[in-house]
């Protein structure tokens, strides 16, 4: 599975306004709602239960919150980069300012954990989030996300 599976040029958000992470979340869920034709609350609802239970902020500021919802017909994902780091209580205890939300449906088993295991080792690759933060195109940003895998191990 490659991030250009879960997600595509228009689900990139190049410069988040967030001051906290429960505005973070409603603001993904509500841009999450337009493409996956799921209500917003649902999507936030989700996001919340599953912080919850522990915090998807992983460190390095990064996070990856994600869910699982009854009527999604597909692994959903959407990418934002922060204007300014937000508490988003991480393992590490920094900021965030690169979010990858993962949404799947409740059918997903293993497909969820692997879209989840792609994009955490995308994002433990320093150099690519050194590139994500160096940028708020768009376009590049997506580039960079999708770039094949192949190419940036060499």
């Given amino acids: 599975m490659e991030i250009a599976d879960l997600i595509t040029a228009d689900r990139v ?46 460190g390095n500021g990064i996070a990856i919150p994600h869910g699982k919802l009854p009527n999604l017909d597909r692994l959903y ?43 955490s080792r995308l994002l433990r690759d320093k150099s690519v989030c050194e590139k994500l933060r160096a940028t708020d195109n768009r376009d590049a940003l997506y580039a960079l996300l999708t770039e094949p895998s192949t190419s940036r191990a060499a």
Avoid at 96 to 105: C, H, K, S, T
């Fill in 13 to 58: 958000i190049a410069n988040l306004r967030a001051t906290s992470k429960k505005q973070a979340l409603q603001d993904l869920a509500r841009q999450a709602a337009q493409v996956t034709d799921v209500h917003e609350r649902a999507i936030f609802d989700v996001l919340l239960e599953r912080e919850r239970l522990g915090t998807t902020g992983v």
């Fill in 77 to 119: 994902g959407l990418f934002a980069r922060l204007e300014e780091p937000i508490d988003f209580d991480s393992i590490d205890e920094q900021p965030v300012d690169l979010i990858f939300l993962l949404l799947a449906p409740e059918s997903a088993g293993a497909d969820h954990l692997k879209a989840l295991a792609r994009v």
